[in-house]
């Protein structure tokens, strides 16, 4: 049973930064496909970011291309993403989100953080 948890949400005005981590634990975390998605209120859940379990390559959704990096370290088991430039529409809970064999799709993982709150002021 694989347990996520993220951490490093906050509010940042518009064209600021913030970094995500995910720590995961109970598995074994070189084998999961690992992924950021975010949920704004009454939006869908939205894919952001994937790494693959060798740590790369990596995939990003379209709204964040250029601006948001996602990458992992293995020995502390954790997966991060920067968010660069930020704007008011990336508000959301973003979640953490592990799956062996990797989806844009959410309902294809099989364990999921907490979620963590972003705030982008304009």
């Known amino acids: 049973q694989v347990h996520l948890v993220e951490s490093g949400g906050g509010s940042v005005q518009a064209g600021g930064s913030l970094t995500l981590s995910c720590t995961a634990s109970?598995?074994?975390?070189?084998?999961?496909?690992m992924s950021w998605f975010r949920q704004g209120q009454d939006k869908e859940r939205e894919f952001v970011a994937g790494i693959k379990s060798s740590g790369g390559p990596t995939w990003y959704g379209d709204s964040v291309k250029g601006r948001f990096t996602i990458s992992r370290e293995p020995t502390n088991n954790t997966v991060y993403l920067q968010g660069d430039n930020l704007k008011p529409e990336d508000t959301a809970v973003y979640y953490c989100?592990?799956?062996?064999?990797?989806?844009?799709?959410?309902?294809?993982?099989?364990?999921w953080g907490q979620g963590t709150q972003v705030t982008v002021s304009s």
């Open positions: 989100a592990a799956d062996r064999r990797g989806s844009y799709a959410a309902s294809e993982y099989d364990y």
């Open positions: 109970g598995g074994t975390f070189i084998d999961y496909f």
